[in-house]
């Protein structure tokens, strides 16, 4: 059968039809965006302390000195979960004792906060936090509601892929792969007409259809990702990349009310700093290998997100500005890994190939937000982590095969060698050679 590309070229590459097919994709991509987001502000943990009831019997004084001071981000602020023991306080404001000159404050015995939270509106009116109360001891609960927000947005994501496809038009290679090829004719058929350009009375021809039809018809099934060594290396490193990039993408994303300064302004500039990233990507596309422009990208945003860690606090504008370049550098690469992965497999489990790895993306935006946890421990083990992840991707990535500039494969056959498979291979093949000269062939 003629090669695909030979024999639709006569549609031209950007004619109506395919803008058509690409601005449906692209709308069908937009609500993914409000809902992924929204959870910056629907989950945001705002400024939180226990509550002093009214009847607790305390003087002004006392009332203002019952919550302890603890040492967070390197100054001394009132603690959000403890408070001191209320019992005691009444008692020595009944005795005219003063706090901090007749009591030793840090003597006190401390407790929880028995009578719940009192929250901050000067950024929040209302979140899950607070109508849930998922602060302190229930703090473990804030990501996992996070998490399951994802999980609704992939089911979601899933129903809209449904839908699209049913005003999408399939892919004529993917249908002729399957053996469909009257299917396939009539969409090449109807992209001729919308672009207004004469199709031949028959494009793919069916002699050589038949002839081909045993291998088309041939179904594929998941494990065919798996299938040989090579193919099975191909999809657990795309598996992975895909896994963490989404992590160190999402982690970012969500950390943003973390930043210093006005979380929705902070929010924005997250989202401002994904524009260059895609037409950087689409450049880097367009004249670089993909090995080294992933690679790179990966390591641009995985360095800058390690260094915050040594930025001064005081340099708040500095390590900003370093997450945003870190955002930049993780969201281009993103992008990019889109075509890529569409670029390593052939048609039969291409379709395949990118459901599984955006399943695996998928997976690792519900764990990102435990990412993001972290940061109560810790404030730059969120980022240490997210950028170390994201170095050792950019390396892993170095290993897999060069699709730029390549014809897409069109049988397993095609598929290029994960590059140290290749190394052994051609090392083999010398050891071969040089322990049987007797059986080398010097062509004339």
Request: glycine letters at 6%; proline letters at 6%.
């Amino acid at each position: 059968m003629r090669d695909y590309d030979a024999a639709t070229a006569f549609l031209g590459e950007w004619g109506r039809f395919q803008r058509l097919v690409f601005f449906l994709l692209s709308a069908s991509i937009i609500p993914n965006g409000f809902n992924g987001m929204s959870v910056v502000f629907l989950a945001g943990t705002p400024e939180h302390r226990c509550v002093v009831p009214r009847g607790a019997n305390l003087s002004d004084e006392w009332r203002n000195a019952s919550i302890p001071l603890e040492l967070r981000g390197g100054q001394e602020e009132p603690s959000r979960c403890r408070r001191y023991r209320l019992a005691a306080l009444a008692n020595f404001s009944a005795l005219g004792l003063r706090p901090g000159s007749d009591v030793e404050l840090e003597a006190l015995e401390q407790e929880p906060c028995l009578d719940g939270w009192e929250y901050s509106r000067d950024v929040y009116h209302s979140t899950i936090i607070t109508e849930w109360n998922l602060v302190c001891e229930d703090d473990w609960k804030a990501p996992l509601t996070t998490s399951l927000f994802f999980v609704g947005v992939l089911i979601g994501s899933f129903i809209s892929g449904q839908l699209s496809d049913r005003i999408i038009p399939e892919s004529p290679r993917w249908l002729i792969s399957q053996g469909r090829h009257k299917e396939a004719e009539a969409i090449i058929q109807k992209a001729a007409k919308i672009n207004g350009i004469p199709a031949p009375a028959v494009v793919f021809d069916t002699a050589e259809m038949q002839d081909s039809k045993p291998q088309q018809q041939q179904k594929a099934i998941l494990l065919d990702l798996f299938r040989t060594r090579n193919i099975a290396t191909i999809t657990i490193m795309s598996l992975l990349l895909w896994f963490f990039t989404s992590v160190g993408y999402f982690g970012l994303s969500l950390s943003t009310p973390d930043w210093h300064g006005n979380a929705y302004v902070n929010c924005f500039l997250s989202a401002v700093i994904e524009v260059p990233a895609y037409v950087i990507a689409w450049l880097l596309l367009r004249s670089l290998p993909r090995r080294y422009s992933l690679s790179g990208t990966f390591f641009l945003g995985g360095s800058v997100v390690l260094f915050i860690q040594l930025v001064p606090a005081e340099l708040y504008v500095l390590s900003v500005g370093l997450v945003m370049l870190g955002k930049f550098g993780i969201t281009a690469a993103f992008s990019m890994l889109y075509v890529y992965n569409v670029e390593l497999y052939p048609t039969q489990v291409r379709n395949m190939a990118v459901g599984a790895t955006s399943t695996a993306s998928r997976l690792g935006s519900i764990i990102a937000p435990y990412f993001v946890y972290l940061g109560a421990y810790d404030r730059f083990l969120p980022y240490i982590l997210m950028g170390s992840l994201t170095v050792l991707i950019g390396i892993l990535t170095l290993f897999l095969p060069e699709s730029y500039g390549n014809p897409l494969p069109e049988s397993f056959e095609q598929m290029m060698k994960v590059k140290c498979f290749r190394n052994v291979e051609q090392t083999t093949s010398i050891r071969s050679s040089k322990a049987s000269p007797k059986i080398l062939i010097t062509p004339l």
